[in-house]
């Protein structure tokens, strides 16, 4: 059986190292389907003493074309959002629930439309994501949207019931401060995307009070 139909990263984990050699296996990673037609492995950036954990879908147009996660539209947002908050990105460790970019091509011009991950898909990626998290021991992790929620804290999890409030969670058997916001391409598809912004920000600035 190819290593992708058995939908998960485990066996493509290193025995041992930092995100260094973490980040070196993951670029190998076939184990689930979305290697095939994505350009590379987009793993998480920051320094393994970040005090804080973002973690987002999974990369878009521009983070697979460039092999970093948010660099695109959202990256941007989440930039200004980051800013506006009061949370230095010197201090953040950004990331993605799933590694690989997904997408259909819409005909005829061959634009490469973003797909959401389905849950075996981001079931299959978690290994990275907890090896993510048992390396850089965040202080706070900061869930943006659902997909990132449901991987971390399991299929129940909605955003909107749980926004902007500081909570504390057993994750992969160790307890750990979160706060969940919206993810920030929903604020770019937001009919009040001035509103939407300052939510975002609001909940941030959450996640800054925590790191105080
Ligand atoms: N959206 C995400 O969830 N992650 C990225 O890296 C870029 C866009």
Excluded at 134 to 149: N, Q, Y
Aim: glycine share 8%.
């Amino acid at each position: 059986m190819p290593p992708e139909d058995a939908y998960t990263a485990t066996p493509f984990l290193p025995a041992r190292g930092g995100l260094p050699a973490l980040g070196k296996a993951a670029a190998a990673c076939r184990g689930c389907p979305l290697h095939r037609d994505a350009t590379q492995t987009v793993f998480g950036t920051g320094k393994a003493t970040a005090r804080v954990m973002l973690v987002g879908e999974q990369p878009g147009d521009q983070e697979d074309r460039q092999g970093t996660p948010f660099v695109g539209p959202a990256g941007h947002l989440l930039d200004r959002a980051l800013a506006d908050a009061g949370i230095d990105p010197a201090e953040a460790y950004l990331t993605n629930a799933v590694k690989h970019f997904k997408f259909t091509r819409a005909e005829p011009r061959k634009r490469r439309i973003h797909k959401a991950p389905t849950l075996r898909e981001a079931t299959a990626c978690s290994p990275w994501l907890a090896a993510e998290l048992k390396t850089v021991k965040p202080e706070l992790l900061v869930v943006l949207g659902a997909t990132a929620g449901k991987a971390l804290l399991g299929a129940s999890f909605r955003v909107t019931r749980v926004r902007g409030t500081l909570l504390e969670e057993e994750i992969h058997g160790r307890p750990q401060r979160l706060v969940a916001t919206v993810h920030p391409s929903a604020v770019l598809r937001s009919d009040d995307r001035e509103a939407a912004y300052q939510g975002l920000v609001s909940d941030l600035k959450t996640a800054a009070r925590a790191l105080e």
